[in-house]
């Protein structure tokens, strides 16, 4: 059985969602948990089309039936998890009719979930950003957390908890350190004994406290604070939600860099921009996907005149700054990480090739590598701390539904674009039709407009102009548009930038925004 | 399934048709792919019944029908596409389906035929059509009338003049059935047609009085085991032309260990020259609905199809008639006879497509899908219907069943011969007096049963005689001593097949009948594997050049390329069709030198 | 990415052939049991990551008892069977089937099936001189089982105008074999989209949207999993086919590098084929754990990004 939480994954991840086809052509049930009927939605045994932002409630209803029908692995809960007696009282008051008045799916279709999760041999519970964009983004995450440890599916082949990576590389910037508070192989960089291995193999000194993510920089401009950025690869000018507040702060900065492969609107911004490769075809490197598997990218084409390995522009800079890292070779660079990161020891090169990728952790090179974590929840008596309930409440979206703002607007990708469409603008898709806002025929009826004319989308923070298209998988009082066509129509003038205060991702998903005709 | 629709809409009488059989549309669609697996046998009657309203299938009925199904378009557009009776373009409400294959040859129709394309213009009225063998050889010529609207008009005319085409293409047919051609009724020591002619087709009463039902009751009473040991016993072979033992496949799917089981009858009976199932099912319905519903309580299925040709409009209206009265009276249903067996028969029709016929073709289509063979093992009794253990008979082998329960092997075994026990239905066409249906003893000369059949017309000698069908061959007069048993066809090199016996005398030239063989195949390859699908071609474009005397080169390197086309087609096709589809014209050069005349 | 599930052992079996014992486990196709011995038995519609449907049926063996000849890449192995890959009646049978494939179908892009011809000693020129290629829109105008008489003299093909109906790859069923491979992978073995499938019947069948609906129009999501697998080149990005027209395709002169996608965090092994310091093509290896050779819109032609910095 697999669960898709807030993921398109058919659209947006169909490699992925190949092997969720091949399961179910296999006899696996699919449920799929999303305020539209999507694309992935129309193959699932059970759609439970919630309203944005009532993820918890639903999923704490889930676990009152999970409990309330005796289907909990209490072998499991006893042994490997802890709080669970806090947890459960606090599901009481999670019934059906609360879930159902809230989040407006049938309470018949949460039972069937509820029932079937728990009944599963083998249960996957997949997440995206329909989880994530939230101002209580790690609250929901413990929400799903928490069923998987009700059950017993997690650290067991074919059961687990999955984010699906919506980029490239998320997931390797995360293992090689690009994270404020860690150090390559998530190593914590206010452990002392961390910061010394690093120390010693650099021979230079490391700031002994975590940095600022995204959101933090932005506040810390606002501040004034923060006073020179520099950029590898984002386009926060138009990838930010608030856009406009976004492209004030950069402007406002003092000297920007920018690296980046493409001229996007955050280097029009720079002082300097630094053209890089593109490193998946013009460099040699390793990139980690979804499922922890390192693989290796290569250099198929030269790139264009003037333009530079990532790598090689980080070393000139430390030399003009007066440091001479060497002309170090990508392989190079990762013999370094192997010996600082236990989790990518034994990924050498030659093993990559051979094994066509390896999942993490692989501590050295006798080992396979891991096709799942948190096996040792099942060992007896289990190894390390037992994974804690977390209780969580319900929290709606910040931006409130008023009679001025009576939609919600919530955002996502479509199958043959990608992000502010850098990089797939190039591909000439013909099913692309550009940016679009997309309303359910009663919201169309009621508003009295028709497919394809333009109309105004205005919210607390900005409004845009898009065409209207009719989409019967949405809710009623529900809209949808991507952040593709940023140059056309800039959606993210229309969202909040609320933020998570523990992972700092941004609400795109939940903006009140009313329509009017022009 | 995140299927894209096509955009045209049906028309309303389009909709309701289609609704009729599909039920009314759910406020909200279930789409998962098993449940959108489950209706998927639906898209054939669903398609019947958008064609039969209106005369063809619109771009917007297709398009609802995929909807309402969750098949993708392409998908039903491909199994649509696939069958000659379905058009998915514009057609006039009336059309007439004229056979011009061999039998109907051999009885003229060609000059009916120039007739037609002289008088009758196109009109948006009506139009009428070639069509391959319809299975009333009997009353060669033959035509099938369709006529579309509320309810739709379907028949089959025999007997067929130019008058009385053109008169039913503008006035519609005369209202009289096409009268059955019953040399026997009146027999003695009949077991097939022992009822056929004196019993009235539509009363289960009737069909009791003369006997019908005690089968039932007997294999109710010694069980699923005395069932198989009897159908053991009674040495029955298949009577489609595999010939494979009736009660080992029976046996194989009772003793399956998945279920659900099912019982398929073929009554695809599609082979030219081939019409004795047709006559059993218009005429003695009761007793394949009986036969089914025995296969069903022995093997433990509870889901019977029978597997009709859409030519046999008349055998379809007997047999939903037969099934329903069935129901009503407790013969079929939840508790069968009070037993508590539980069997339920559904009609399936086809439409337009030989090649459905063959099994594993004939499953696929009744799951809706195109009706292509596949490779077998597995076979279906492993892996059939919906992918389920299945017992699939032809209509006269399963006809045969109740004899054998009711009276018991041995009863069975005291005719015929040793190696093929019991009688056969022989279909017996062409040039002879009375051409019909003749159930004989197995072992039967040719030459006593073309006798019995009143001998060639005006009391001459047969020239040659199509043996088993299109995909059977070839015989001379030098084979009427040939005794018509499955162990001395088989010595001979040539085969029963389905019972086909067509008499050609010295009046019909035999070479444009080996072209309209030859054209048969090219028309009824499914596509899917290379040797047929393009050697069908290469073979029909051989034996043109042959007849109009322009070889390619010399004679014996034509007729060597044929020999060696035909062995690709025999050894590497996927399914009978191709590898039986250069049988015919093989044996007529082989045995009754075709092509040859006016060489050195 | 598929997760693998302990599964027993398979049991093993031993057969015959070509006169040496081979054993291998139960499941295993006589293909399979072939290429363990190192035999070269020649296919053309078996793909490793599609089901086998057997159509050419190229890969034909002689099993010892079976009346006609079995396809290799389909039938499974049994104990004690006896095979014969190069016996006269195999040779013939492989020999007929790349005369008559080649009779009808370009074969000049498929260069798997052109080295078969000429490896068999096929002479596809025995049955006569091609016809004249078909309008548009004539072959999908006919009526199945509707009788199509041959032309005097002429052998009858598929030839037929190309299919150009959107920028991203184009049709040219002049050179489909019909091997079904494009129908699976856009089916239910992959992509599951099923905006193809096989349409008309006989001669006439074809790879067909519903009603013949321009690409475009159709389900089609434009992953290019049919590309992947067409094995005559009867589906080709509109890059080569425009390479091909312009006289400047030389895939001697091209790379072929593995790397990873760059759009989403699935992990997509791509390779990318070059020739001029330039992508010209997108494919993924069959035998990756993550794609099983097949790619979405993005993965498959979303590299023009690469090139239109320059």
């Not at chain 1, 910040?398 to 009679?403: A, E, G, R």
């Not at chain 2, 955009?7 to 909709?15: F, G, Q």
């Not at chain 2, 047609?193 to 089968?215: C, F, I, K, M, T």
């Not at chain 2, 009276?407 to 009688?423: F, I």
Request: hydrophobic residues 40%; charged residues 20%.
């Amino acid at each position: 059985m697999i669960v898709l939480w807030g993921s398109n994954a058919r659209d947006t991840h169909p490699i992925f969602f190949h092997h969720v086809l091949a399961a179910i052509h296999r006899g696996a049930k699919l449920y799929v948990v999303d305020p539209r009927r999507t694309a992935s939605a129309r193959w699932a045994d059970g759609h439970l089309p919630l309203q944005v932002g009532t993820d918890i409630t639903l999923a704490n209803a889930v676990a009152r039936v999970i409990v309330e029908e005796g289907l909990v692995n209490q072998t499991f809960v006893r042994r490997a998890t802890a709080g669970f007696d806090a947890f459960a009282e606090h599901l009481a008051g999670f019934t059906l009719e609360r879930a159902e008045r809230e989040t407006g799916v049938p309470a018949q279709l949460i039972v069937d979930l509820a029932r079937d999760y728990a009944r599963a041999d083998r249960a996957q519970l997949c997440w995206t950003l329909g989880i994530t964009e939230h101002h209580n983004a790690v609250d929901n995450v413990f929400a799903l957390i928490n069923l998987a440890l009700l059950t017993g599916h997690v650290g067991r082949p074919g059961s687990g908890l999955n984010p699906l990576r919506g980029q490239n590389n998320v997931q390797g910037g995360g293992d090689m350190g690009a994270l404020p508070h860690k150090l390559a192989g998530f190593q914590d960089v206010e452990d002392d004994a961390v910061r010394a291995k690093f120390e010693r193999a650099w021979s230079c000194t490391i700031p002994p406290k975590k940095g600022w993510h995204l959101t933090q920089m932005f506040e810390a401009m606002e501040r004034g604070e923060l006073h020179c950025l520099y950029v590898l690869g984002e386009n926060p000018a138009q990838s930010e939600a608030d856009s406009q507040r976004a492209t004030r702060l950069l402007s406002g900065l003092e000297f920007i860099v920018a690296q980046d492969i493409f001229l996007t609107k955050t280097a029009q911004l720079a002082d300097v921009v630094l053209p890089a490769t593109a490193a998946w075809c013009e460099a040699e490197g390793t990139v980690t996907n979804s499922e922890r598997r390192v693989q290796r990218v290569r250099r198929a084409v030269a790139p264009p005149a003037g333009a530079r390995d990532d790598v090689e522009i980080l070393c000139e800079l430390a030399r003009r700054m007066g440091r001479d890292l060497g002309n170090p070779t990508a392989e190079q660079i990762w013999d370094e990480v192997r010996a600082l990161s236990p989790m990518h020891a034994g990924m050498s090169y030659r093993r990559l090739e051979e094994l066509g990728g390896i999942q993490w952790p692989c501590p050295d090179e006798g080992h396979p590598g891991e096709s799942f974590l948190h096996g040792r929840l099942w060992e007896e008596p289990v190894r390390g701390p037992r994974a804690p309930f977390t209780v969580v409440a319900p929290a709606p979206p910040v931006d409130v539904l008023s009679d001025e703002f009576p939609l919600r607007l919530t955002t996502g990708r479509r199958l043959d674009s990608y992000n502010t469409g850098v990089q797939s603008g190039a591909m000439a898709s013909p099913r692309r039709q550009g940016e679009t806002i997309d309303l359910h025929p009663d919201d169309a009826r009621r508003l009295g407009v028709a497919a394809g004319e333009a109309v105004r989308v205005r919210s607390r923070r900005g409004s845009v102009v898009a065409p209207v298209r009719i989409d019967g998988g949405l809710q009623p009082g529900l809209v949808f548009m991507t952040f593709h066509f940023p140059d056309q129509v800039d959606t993210n003038t229309l969202t909040i930038d609320a933020t998570d205060p523990k992972s700092g991702t941004a609400e795109f998903k939940a903006a009140a925004v009313c329509i009017e005709r022009v | 399934m995140d299927l894209r629709a096509l955009e045209s809409l049906p028309s309303d009488v389009e909709r309701v048709a289609i609704d009729a059989v599909l039920g009314p549309e759910p406020a909200v669609p279930s789409a998962s792919w098993s449940s959108a697996q489950g209706r998927r046998h639906l898209l054939l009657p669903a398609l019947h019944a958008a064609q039969a309203r209106v005369g063809f299938v619109s771009p917007g009925a297709l398009g609802y029908i995929c909807q309402r199904l969750e098949v993708a378009p392409a998908e039903g557009f491909g199994v649509a596409s696939f069958y000659a009776l379905f058009a998915l373009g514009v057609r006039p409400p009336v059309a007439l389906h004229v056979c011009d294959d061999i039998a109907c040859k051999a009885a003229g129709v060609d000059h009916l035929i120039d007739g037609l394309t002289r008088e009758v213009s196109a009109s948006a009225e009506h139009a009428w059509h070639r069509s391959p063998c319809l299975g009333l050889c009997e009353q060669a010529p033959a035509a099938l009338y369709t006529r579309a609207g509320d309810p739709p008009v379907e028949r089959g005319l025999g007997r067929l003049t130019l008058e009385r085409a053109i008169a039913a293409l503008r006035t519609g047919p005369i209202a009289v059935e096409p009268a059955p051609a019953l040399p026997q009724r009146g027999e003695s020591g009949l077991r097939l047609l022992v009822r056929v002619g004196h019993v009235d087709p539509s009363s289960l009463d009737d069909y009791r009085a003369h006997g019908g039902y005690r089968a039932l009751r007997r294999a109710l009473e010694i069980g699923p085991a005395g069932v198989l040991r009897e159908l053991a016993d009674s040495g029955l072979l298949g009577r489609g032309g595999a010939l494979f033992p009736t009660g080992r496949k029976w046996e194989a799917v009772a003793r399956a260990t998945t279920r659900p089981r099912y019982v398929v009858c073929n009554a695809d009976e599609s082979e030219p020259g081939t019409f004795k199932d047709r006559v059993l099912m218009e005429q003695d319905p009761y007793a394949l609905v009986e036969a089914m519903t025995i296969a069903g309580v022995t093997v433990g299925a509870e889901r019977g199809f029978i597997y009709l040709r859409a030519e046999y409009p008349l055998a379809a209206e007997r047999l939903t008639h037969a099934v329903a009265q069935a129901r009503l009276r407790g013969l079929l249903g939840d508790d069968v006879l009070g037993r508590g067996a539980r069997f339920e028969i559904e009609i399936r029709r086809g439409a337009g497509a030989y090649v459905c016929g063959e099994e594993t073709a004939l499953l696929a289509s009744i799951e809706g899908h195109r009706g292509e063979p596949r490779s077998k093992p597995p076979f279906p009794v492993e892996v059939g219907l919906f992918g389920k253990p299945t017992v699939i008979n032809n209509v006269e082998t399963l006809c045969n069943v109740p004899f054998i329960v009711e009276h018991g092997a041995s009863a069975y075994r005291s005719v015929g011969t040793a190696g093929s026990p019991g009688t056969r239905l022989f279909c017996v066409s062409g040039r002879v007096e009375q051409p019909g249906v003749y159930e004989l003893a197995m072992g039967v000369t040719l030459g006593e049963l073309i006798a019995r059949a009143g001998g060639v017309i005006g009391g001459g000698a047969p020239a040659a005689v199509l043996l088993g069908g299109a995909a059977g061959s070839f015989v001379g007069k030098a084979s009427l001593d040939l005794r018509l048993s499955f162990e001395d066809t088989k010595r001979q090199g040539v085969t029963l097949g389905s019972g086909v016996v067509l008499v050609l005398d010295d009046s019909v030239p035999l070479e444009p009948i080996l072209a309209r063989i030859a054209a048969f195949f090219r028309d009824e390859s499914c596509g899917q594997c290379v040797p047929c699908r393009v050697g069908t071609v290469r073979q029909e474009e051989l034996i043109t050049r042959l007849a109009k005397r322009q070889p390619a080169g010399s004679l014996a390197g034509e007729l060597g390329l044929l020999r060696e086309l035909g062995q690709v087609m025999r050894d590497a096709s996927i399914c009978g069709l191709g590898q039986t589809a250069s049988s015919a014209i093989e044996s007529a050069v082989e045995r009754l030198g075709a092509f040859r005349e006016g060489e050195p | 990415m598929t997760v693998r599930l302990p599964l027993a052992p398979a049991r093993a079996l031993e057969l015959s052939i070509d006169g040496r014992t081979v054993s291998v486990p139960e499941g295993a196709s006589l293909l399979d049991a072939c290429r363990q011995l190192g035999i070269d038995v020649p296919t053309l519609c078996h793909a490793p990551n599609l089901t086998p449907v057997n159509v050419c049926r190229v890969c034909v063996v002689e099993v010892e008892g079976a009346r006609t000849l079995v396809p290799s890449c389909s039938r499974r192995a049994e104990a004690g069977m006896v095979v014969k890959t190069d016996s006269e009646r195999v040779r013939l049978a492989r020999r007929l089937v790349m005369e008559l494939l080649a009779s009808s179908v370009d074969l000049s892009t498929a260069p798997e099936a052109s080295s078969f011809v000429e490896r068999f000693g096929a002479r596809p020129d025995r049955f006569g001189p091609p016809a004249p290629a078909a309008e548009r829109g004539e072959r999908e105008r006919r009526q199945p089982g509707h009788h199509a008489a041959p032309r005097p003299g002429a052998a009858e093909t598929v030839a037929q105008p190309v299919k150009l109906d959107n920028p991203l790859f184009v049709r040219d069923l002049g050179k489909c074999m019909l091997c079904y491979k494009c129908v699976e992978a856009c089916g239910a073995d992959a992509q599951n989209t099923f905006a193809i499938a096989v349409a008309g019947r006989g001669f006439d069948a074809r790879i067909s949207t519903e009603l013949d609906v321009p690409l475009p129009d159709s389900a089609c999501v434009f992953c290019g999993n049919c590309i992947g697998v067409c094995p005559t080149g009867a589906l080709m990005f509109q890059s080569e086919h425009q390479l091909r027209a312009a006289g400047q395709w030389d895939e001697a002169q091209q790379s072929q590098t593995d790397t990873v996608c760059s759009y989403c965090g699935v992990g997509c092994v791509i390779t990318l084929h070059a020739q001029g310091g330039r992508i010209v093509k997108a494919t993924s290896p069959h035998d990756s754990e993550v794609t099983g050779g097949h790619l979405c819109i993005k993965g498959r032609f979303g590299w023009g990004f690469v090139r239109s910095r320059d």
